[in-house]
């Protein structure tokens, strides 16, 4: 079955300068999510998209930015990169339509993204 | 708000003994749990759920949890611990805060099995 895909894995990148991470959702999943973990930590909710309309806010910083397109698919925009965006940058996508009192949340892989 | 509270940031055993991954959670209503597992620089794979339906619920790979609502507790459970069961596993709470559901992660129990 096709999964969540992210790209690029690895991303590395010098202070200051932008990040654009792309997150391709299960073929008619119609929501995404985008989470950050830091090293050794839990994951933290940054940000979400339903019907690409911005649906929900965490901690995201001011200098992220995402948006999800006509396809589903969404990219987060990371600019004036400082050396703790270093984490590991994970989407995951969901069917809202099937909204039971609960939704389950399928995780991409990840992106990497370090900062020197 | 909803939280979850791991009560062990580490749990080591023998292979082959059991496996207890303890997890607490707050919630106002009732709620959708979940426990994900982290292999090293590996993403999150769901292991299973909690949605309201049997208070035991059965998941991937040998592993079980079950819900206490009197004890606000899911904590995840194994009879046999393998080698290949050593990661990072993450009790999670789904919540409604916006107009669509959202995870809240615990602080996570690194599992580490001994041969």
Redesign the interface.
């Known amino acids: 079955a096709a999964g969540v895909i992210q790209s690029p894995r690895h991303l590395i990148k010098e202070k200051r300068e932008t990040a654009t991470l792309k997150c391709y959702p299960i073929p008619r999943h119609d929501t995404v999510y985008w989470y950050q973990q830091g090293p050794g930590q839990d994951p933290q909710f940054l940000i979400s998209f339903y019907e690409k309309m911005q649906s929900d806010k965490g901690s995201i910083p001011d200098r992220f930015s995402a948006q999800q397109f006509s396809d589903y698919h969404s990219e987060l925009n990371m600019s004036s990169l400082e050396l703790g965006d270093s984490a590991l940058y994970f989407c995951a996508s969901s069917l809202e339509l099937q909204r039971e009192g609960f939704n389950e949340q399928f995780f991409g892989p990840g992106t990497r993204l370090t900062v020197l | 708000a909803q939280s979850v509270t791991q009560l062990d940031s580490h749990v080591s055993v023998s292979e082959g003994t059991p496996v207890l991954l303890r997890c607490n959670y707050s919630s106002s209503y009732?709620p959708?749990l979940f426990w994900?597992v982290q292999h090293p620089n590996?993403?999150?794979?769901?292991l299973l759920?909690y949605?309201?339906a049997a208070t035991l619920v059965k998941g991937i790979n040998g592993f079980e949890a079950e819900f206490k609502k009197s004890e606000t507790s899911f904590h995840l459970t194994k009879p046999s611990a393998h080698m290949s069961d050593a990661a990072e596993y993450?009790c999670v709470v789904?919540w409604s805060?916006?107009?669509?559901?959202?995870?809240?992660?615990?602080?996570?129990t690194l599992l580490t099995v001994n041969p």
């Open positions: 009732s959708s994900y590996k993403g999150l794979q769901l759920k949605t309201s993450f789904s805060g916006g107009s669509n559901y959202k995870l809240t992660f615990g602080k996570g």
